[in-house]
């Protein structure tokens, strides 16, 4: 502990936070080499928090009073008005955003009719409606920013414009979630509000824009603002501090087996950001924020304690990521005074994103995850920065393509996470390049999730890259993979996860495992007897043993557990292993109530396959490399399918079609045991 305090110190330090460039990049290089390669904690010995953290236990009502700054001293960001801040944000930023809200002036914003609301309810889709929220926010968060970068009232009644809509919306909830008001799915009652994702966001994207612009807004008209402030209140701010009954709440569920997903983190940032923000009333803000505190209690008092986030690093942007926007908000709040950042939960949380990290924008697909995610670097930067650790900055700073900090002209982004970012801008540009973290070995053992990674060495992402989670499937977001694997060479996939497709009403609803992508029979796992794994808690791993030395990690499984009974296993022992620098070992053991040649071994590959004896040569398109699996011919037959991928979110990270590729026994033997083996094949010229 003695070598991390004093590196954390360094860390901390007036020399680092404001010295120039060069030395800034001679400390930030030194912390690196010595957290990797010098630290006396081995990069594969995970930790996990002595306890759980209870913020409403830390922080009682009583002590709120006094720690939380009132609502007129409080300046979080600069205001539209503070010249000389919003100059600090670099002109790079401020030009693509400037043409970006010039290309809105003359836009009407979209419309949001009833029968576009009504779609989900009819034939379940969601995106349609989705997509022109997507559009109406983002043309208001633009031309905020435009506004605040040139301070000549050119967008201020495109604002309103914006503005006055969304306060007209009958309901800022989406179609897919309105189901929580008693009237269920549906066109929304105006008279129940519903609390959801993003109706919190709404609150929070219109408080910032109030808290930015009201002086401007009210040469427009006074009533902009007011009117914009209650709606906050009697739409998000009244009923969150009336009601218990939200789902995401968890009032009374404190168990992991039964603890809520991100929405709890991520609907409670933002009504804590709206709290903070428009409400007036001092004794009434403590009640909000104390209340946020309570309701984020339900989902980090029974957090795994390794950090491990069972929704996968896809969703860690709105569980993990949301939690540092509450703590930071509540931080900047209290001046400094409500502070968890030295606790070793939190710094698990955060440390989750890049022990799930394989290479490039590939991660871990856990779940309802995808395959490629584009982290939030400025977020990621500043989790590093609040916990002290460089490893987490470097995977902020990997591969950053300056020209990408700026550019807003994607998907919808988030106005408080914006503004924070490009107000740090200036930190990201000139902090030094780095290369991400590529830890060699991690075991993250709680039940929830038991996720092993391995690489063929520490700091670089050539060579083999393996990733093997046991776990259950009553996950949220689950799908049914209890031992399922992935392998990567170099960075590129060869075995993979699918991940998942584009989300209609079926996602969500008791049809949920109809859909292909959440079952077993389409990861990398067996079938028995035409029986898959089933979801929920009770189907799971047992007997489950992790094993980690300088030439191998392993980690073996009883999967039985994971099937109906009626699948007939008695016992399903998998180890799936690495050794180092050379291959990939899958051993599957099992024994089954009576004969069968129905077990099926499910392998899923991006690349091109070609049989060359009992060898199967996988080819990746984008790289010379290739995989060879090996299997014993007398034991397994193969047969390889193409499947045609129609989902178009699938299709933009795997292409039009992957290729699935089946090991079925040949012999009917109630016992067996049979090895197949991934090894790198000699690059193609």
Avoid at 54 to 76: D, G, I, M, N
Avoid at 202 to 214: C, F, H, P, R
Avoid at 370 to 382: E, W
């Amino acid at each position: 502990m003695e070598y991390r305090d004093s590196m954390n110190q360094l860390l901390s330090s007036k020399l680092f936070l404001t010295g120039r460039p060069i030395m800034k990049r001679i400390i930030f290089y030194a912390l690196t080499f010595y957290t990797v390669w010098m630290s006396p904690v081995v990069a594969d010995e995970v930790g996990g928090a002595d306890e759980s953290i209870s913020l409403s236990a830390l922080f009682p009502k009583e002590a709120l009073h006094s720690l939380l700054l009132p609502k007129s001293k409080w300046q979080p960001l600069a205001r539209v008005r503070d010249r000389d801040l919003w100059k600090t944000v670099p002109q790079t930023a401020q030009e693509a955003l400037l043409k970006q809200a010039d290309s809105f002036l003359n836009k009407e914003v979209p419309s949001l009719p009833a029968t576009l609301y009504l779609e989900f309810n009819r034939n379940g889709n969601r995106s349609h409606y989705q997509n022109v929220w997507y559009d109406r926010h983002n043309m208001l968060h633009t031309l905020v920013l435009g506004e605040c970068f040139e301070d000549k009232g050119r967008y201020l009644d495109a604002i309103t414009n914006c503005l006055w809509a969304i306060c007209e919306e009958s309901s800022w909830t989406w179609p897919a979630h309105i189901d929580r008001q008693k009237a269920g799915f549906g066109l929304p009652d105006t008279t129940e509000p519903v609390v959801a994702l993003f109706s919190a966001e709404t609150a929070s994207s219109l408080a910032w824009t109030v808290y930015l612009l009201k002086d401007r807004l009210d040469t427009v008209s006074p009533l902009i603002c007011e009117r914009v402030t209650r709606e906050i209140d009697q739409r998000i701010l009244t009923p969150y501090l009336e009601r218990d009954n939200f789902g995401w709440m968890a009032f009374g569920a404190r168990t992991k087996e039964n603890r809520p997903n991100n929405w709890n983190p991520w609907i409670n940032s933002n009504v804590l950001a709206a709290a903070l923000l428009v409400e007036k009333n001092q004794d009434r803000r403590v009640e909000l924020v104390h209340k946020v505190l309570r309701c984020v209690d339900n989902w980090l008092v029974p957090h795994p304690a390794d950090g491990s986030c069972d929704e996968g690093p896809g969703y860690w942007g709105r569980a993990g990521a949301s939690l540092f926007d509450i703590l930071d908000l509540l931080f900047r709040a209290t001046d400094g005074r409500l502070d968890v950042f030295e606790k070793a939960l939190i710094k698990e949380i955060g440390q989750f994103i890049y022990r799930a990290h394989i290479a490039d924008d590939y991660f871990v697909v856990v779940g309802d995850c995808d395959a490629r995610i584009g982290i939030n670097r400025d977020l990621v930067y500043r989790y590093g920065q609040r916990i002290q650790d460089p490893l987490m900055q470097a995977l902020a700073l990997a591969d950053m393509n300056r020209a990408d900090l700026v550019d807003y002209s994607g998907g919808y982004f988030s106005l408080g996470r914006t503004l924070f970012a490009l107000f740090n801008l200036p930190n990201l540009i000139e902090a030094p390049t780095a290369t991400a973290p590529f830890l060699r070995d991690v075991w993250l053992g709680d039940p929830e999730l038991q996720l092993m990674t391995a690489r063929d060495r520490q700091g670089s992402a050539r060579g083999f890259y393996l990733a093997c989670w046991a776990g259950h499937n009553g996950q949220s977001h689950n799908h049914n993979d209890v031992g399922n694997f992935v392998i990567y060479m170099d960075g590129f996939p060869f075995i993979i996860d699918v991940g998942r497709p584009t989300y209609t009403r079926q996602t969500f609803s008791h049809d949920r495992y109809k859909i292909w992508a959440m079952q077993s029979a389409y990861h990398n796992l067996p079938t028995i007897n035409g029986f898959q794994q089933k979801d929920g808690h009770q189907y799971l791993a047992r007997d489950v043993h992790y094993r980690v030395g300088e030439g191998l990690a392993e980690l073996s499984m009883d999967i039985a557990p994971s099937y109906p009974k009626q699948a007939g296993i008695q016992a399903w022992k998998r180890q799936v292993r690495l050794v180092r620098e050379r291959a990939v070992e899958v051993r599957d053991s099992f024994q089954l109530n009576q004969k069968t040649n129905q077990v099926v071994q499910h392998l899923f590959t991006p690349c091109k396959v070609t049989q060359s004896g009992t060898t199967l040569i996988l080819s990746h398109p984008q790289t010379n490399l290739s995989l060879h699996i090996q299997y014993d011919p007398s034991v397994l037959m193969v047969k390889i399918e193409t499947m045609a991928i129609k989902d178009g979110k699938l299709k933009q990270t795997w292409g039009p079609e992957l290729q699935r590729i089946l090991l079925t026994n040949v012999s009917d033997a109630p016992q067996q045991d049979w090895t197949v083996s991934f090894k790198k094949g000699r690059e193609q010229q």
